[in-house]
């Protein structure tokens, strides 16, 4: 079983629907990361999370540490918000160090 | 600031070819990563510098991977030999003040490697 789990993995979308992304682990973190790769490859990082709700323009990014549980919605969704949305979470690796552990993405369609 | 740079963007090459992936960090930045996409596995990690140090390199497949890093500004993954197995996307990331839960990674805009 992965460590971090997404759903839906492919999503498709009329222009202007909310839409939920989740994500589930089972690592110890004290952060969550979500990434957006688009069409073209390049991957940014959208947000980092380690309590309650963050939100940037249109998306809006919560967890819930206890429940080991983060969710991605985008309000009012666009076409140009197209992409791959992957959740990753850090794991300790030692000597004081993280490493990313990623989700396999939510490819996310918005149609016109 | 110019982002992370990886060079080249595409490598087409045959199996059995020395396959040498570039890499420029953000300038500041003290870690490096490596990662490997594809469709199956999606993103994973197969080595990471701190300080020009590799901490980590448990995720490089086999002895064919090999990485460096020179110095602060610069870092190479290479396979020898190459196999088809190893087409895929390789991401460098950087980020800076160590690797902490909560520093975002910048990643480069990827190689897309070919092995016929």
């Known amino acids: 079983k992965n460590e971090v789990e997404q759903s839906p993995q492919n999503l498709t979308a009329q222009e202007g629907e909310f839409i939920t992304i989740n994500c589930s682990y089972s690592?110890?973190?004290?952060?969550l990361h979500w990434l957006q790769q688009h069409p073209g490859g390049g991957i940014v990082s959208l947000f980092m999370?380690?309590?309650g709700k963050k939100k940037h323009g249109r998306l809006i990014a919560t967890i819930n540490i206890q429940e080991k549980h983060s969710s991605l919605h985008i309000t009012a969704s666009h076409p140009r918000d197209s992409a791959v949305y992957i959740c990753a979470a850090p794991k300790y690796s030692g000597a004081g160090s993280y490493q990313l552990t990623f989700g396999k993405g939510t490819k996310l369609s918005v149609i016109p | 600031d110019a982002g992370v740079i990886q060079s080249p963007r595409h490598e087409v090459t045959e199996m059995g070819q020395e396959v040498t992936l570039r890499c420029k960090p953000i300038?500041?930045?003290?870690?490096l990563f490596w990662y490997r996409q594809t469709m199956m596995r999606g993103l994973e990690l197969l080595i990471y510098f701190n300080n020009n140090v590799p901490i980590d390199d448990s995720g490089m497949p086999e002895d064919r991977f090999s990485a460096k890093m020179p110095n602060a500004s610069f870092s190479t993954l290479k396979i020898q030999p190459s196999e088809p197995r190893d087409s895929a996307v390789y991401f460098c990331?950087?980020?800076?003040?160590?690797?902490?839960?909560?520093?975002?990674?910048?990643f480069g805009p990827g190689t897309r490697l070919t092995v016929l």
């Open positions: 300038s500041g930045h003290n870690s």
């Open positions: 990331a950087s980020t800076g003040g160590g690797v902490l839960p909560s520093n975002e990674q910048f």
């Open positions: 999370l380690s309590s």
């Open positions: 690592v110890g973190i004290s952060a």
